[in-house]
C-alpha cells in the first residue's frame, strides 16, 4: 500500500524534484564559493528559503491530485482516512529526502573542494541535518494546510493575513503592543517551532 | 430476507434548501435496486451517506453488516464504488492506476482485470486523462468489479456514455452478478435502463423516499384508469390513488392513475356507482412521472 502511495507521489513529484534536487546539490557549491569571513552571507538565507519551498512543493504535490477529484477517491478506499494521511505524508518525507541527500553531496563535496583559510572549518553533515530539520517543518506545516479544502485554506491564509494587517495598523495608530511582532518573535526563537530557519546557515564557518 | 442497505429515520442537511429527511431504505441482498429520481432529488448524497462519505445528523445506516459511518473501512472491503465523476487520479495510465486500487483490496482479482482489460480494449499503457467518457465509464467499472465486491454501488454509471458503451458496462455488470450472486444499488435517471436490469425500485424526490417496492409490482401495480360517473372517493379504496384528472373534453369520463392495481378491484367501481371503461398500462417512465407528480401534489396539499 505504501509501495503505490510513493509512486503515486513520486509521478505527482518528479518534475519540481528535479530542479530542487539540483538547487540543493549547488546551493553548497554557491557558499563555499562566496564565503568571505568578514562580509555577510548571502547564500545563507537561500539554504532555509529552499527548505521551505521544498516543504511547500511536497506538501503540495501530495495532496494535489486527492484536491482535484475533491478527496472522493480517497474517501472510497478501504482505510481510515487518518491512515491515508499518513501514508501520504510519510510518501512526501521519503521524497523530501532526495533534495537533502543531494545538499549532503552538495556540501560533502564542497567541503572536500574547498580550501578554506586558517581557522575556517567546512559543516557538511551539520549543515545538511539542519537543512533536513528545516525541511521536515516546513513540510509538515504546508502538508497540514494542503490537507483542508481550498476553502479552509483561504480561511486560514485570509485568517493570518488580516490579523498581521490589523496588528499593525493597531500598533502604528495606537501605540499598543504589535501582537503579529510578538507571535513572530515566539515562532522565530527558541524554543519556537520555526526557530530552525533562522541564524547562520553556512558551509564554512570558524 | 436480509438487507445488504439499511437506513433507519437518516437525516441530513445539504443546505438550507435541500435535505434528506427520514430515509428509510432497505436494499434486499442479491438484488439489483434501480434507485430512480429526478437531478438533485438526493440520490448522490444518499450514496455518499451509504459509503461513509458524509455523516447523518441523525438515523443508523448498515451497508455489508457493518455500522456506517463507524466501520466506513471495513464495509469498503466489500463494495465497489463507481462515482459519478471519475475519481482516480488523471495522471496515473490505466495499469499505475489499476495497480495502486489493487493494493488496497486483498480480494483484488489480477487475471480478471486483465481480462477485462482485453474486452473492453483499454491499452493499459493509456494515461487516464485522455481517455474518452465510454473508455473511462469501462475502466471505472473495472476497477469494481476486480476487487470482487459483495455490493456494488453505483453513481449513474452510464451517464454520458454512448449505446455500445453503456451496452459494455452493464454487460459487464450483470455477468458479474450472475456469476457471484452481488447486490447491486445502482443509481439513474435513465429510467428504462434500469426497468431492463433491476428487481428492485426506489424513488427519490426532493429528499425523500417517496416508493420501494419490487420492479415487478411497480410496472404491474400503476395503471391508468378511464372512469365514468366518477364519484366523491370516502373511505378507502383498494388501490393506492395517485392522481386525479377531469374529463379533458377529448376523452369521455375521468382519468385516474393509480398504484397496486389488481384485476379483481373492477368490482370496486361498481360498489361506488361508477363505470371503469379502460384500464391502460403505463411504462416504467410514464409511472415514474405520475409518482412524482403525485408526491410533489401531496407535499403541496401539507
Known amino acids: ?206 | 430476507m436480509s438487507n445488504e442497505i439499511e437506513f433507519r429515520d437518516v437525516n441530513y442537511r445539504t443546505s438550507k434548501t435541500f435535505s434528506i429527511k427520514s430515509l428509510d431504505l432497505n436494499v434486499p441482498k442479491g438484488s439489483l435496486y434501480g434507485f430512480l429520481g429526478p437531478n438533485g432529488s438526493g440520490k448522490s448524497t444518499t450514496i455518499k451517506l451509504l459509503t461513509g462519505m458524509l455523516r447523518p445528523k441523525s438515523g443508523s445506516i448498515r451497508v455489508c453488516g457493518f455500522d456506517v459511518p463507524g466501520d466506513t473501512p471495513r464495509m469498503l472491503q466489500f463494495t465497489g464504488y463507481v462515482p459519478e465523476r471519475p475519481h482516480v487520479f488523471p495522471s496515473f495510465r490505466i495499469d499505475e492506476a489499476l495497480a495502486f486500487h489493487a493494493a488496497f483490496y486483498p480480494s483484488w482479482d489480477s487475471d480478471w482485470a486483465d481480462d477485462m482489460l482485453d474486452k473492453f480494449r483499454l491499452d493499459p499503457k493509456q494515461k487516464i486523462a485522455a481517455l474518452s467518457k465510454g473508455e473511462t465509464g469501462k475502466l471505472l467499472i473495472l476497477m469494481a468489479l476486480s476487487q470482487r465486491p459483495q455490493l456494488l454501488v453505483l453513481d449513474e454509471p452510464t451517464d454520458g456514455l454512448d449505446p455500445v458503451a453503456r451496452r459494455d458496462v452493464l454487460t459487464a455488470m450483470l455477468d458479474y452478478v450472475s456469476e457471484t450472486q452481488a447486490t447491486v444499488f445502482i443509481s439513474s435517471h435513465l429510467v428504462h435502463e434500469l426497468e431492463r436490469i433491476c428487481d428492485w425500485v426506489g424513488v427519490m424526490d426532493d429528499g425523500c423516499l417517496v416508493a420501494e417496492l419490487p420492479m415487478q409490482a411497480f410496472k404491474n401495480g400503476i395503471k391508468r384508469l378511464r372512469v365514468g360517473d366518477a364519484p366523491n372517493i370516502e373511505g378507502e379504496t383498494p388501490f393506492v390513488l395517485l392522481n386525479r384528472k377531469p374529463h379533458d373534453g377529448v376523452v369521455p369520463g375521468e382519468t385516474w392513475i393509480v398504484r397496486g392495481w389488481q384485476k379483481d378491484m373492477r368490482n370496486y367501481f361498481d360498489t361506488v356507482g361508477a363505470t371503469l371503461k379502460d384500464v391502460i398500462d403505463l411504462d416504467l417512465e410514464e409511472g415514474f412521472v405520475e409518482l412524482l407528480n403525485s408526491a410533489r401534489e401531496e407535499t403541496d396539499r401539507v
Open chain 1, 1 to 206: 500500500m505504501f509501495k503505490q502511495i510513493l509512486y503515486a507521489h513520486w509521478k505527482a513529484s518528479h518534475l519540481v524534484l528535479l530542479p530542487l534536487t539540483l538547487a540543493a546539490f549547488a546551493l553548497p557549491m554557491y557558499s563555499a564559493s562566496h564565503f568571505s569571513v568578514t562580509d555577510f552571507d548571502v547564500s545563507s538565507g537561500f539554504f532555509p528559503a529552499l527548505a521551505i519551498v521544498a516543504g511547500f512543493a511536497m506538501a503540495a504535490t501530495a495532496w494535489q491530485w486527492d484536491q482535484q477529484g475533491k478527496q472522493i477517491y480517497a474517501m472510497s478506499l478501504p482505510i481510515h482516512g487518518w491512515e491515508y494521511a499518513l501514508l501520504r505524508m510519510a510518501a512526501g518525507s521519503v521524497a523530501l529526502m532526495v533534495p537533502v541527500a543531494a545538499l549532503w553531496l552538495g556540501s560533502s563535496a564542497s567541503a572536500i573542494a574547498a580550501s578554506p583559510p586558517a581557522g575556517v572549518v567546512a559543516y557538511p553533515h551539520s549543515l545538511s541535518l539542519r537543512f533536513l530539520n528545516a525541511s521536515v517543518v516546513a513540510y509538515a506545516g504546508w502538508f497540514a494546510l494542503f490537507s483542508g479544502r481550498q476553502r479552509h485554506q483561504l480561511i486560514f491564509a485570509g485568517g493570518v493575513l488580516a490579523f498581521f494587517v490589523l496588528s499593525t495598523l493597531l500598533a502604528s495608530t495606537f501605540g499598543i503592543v504589535d501582537l503579529s511582532q510578538k507571535l513572530l518573535e515566539f515562532l522565530l526563537s527558541s524554543p519556537g517551532p520555526f526557530e530552525v530557519f533562522t541564524g547562520s546557515w553556512r558551509l564554512l564557518d570558524v
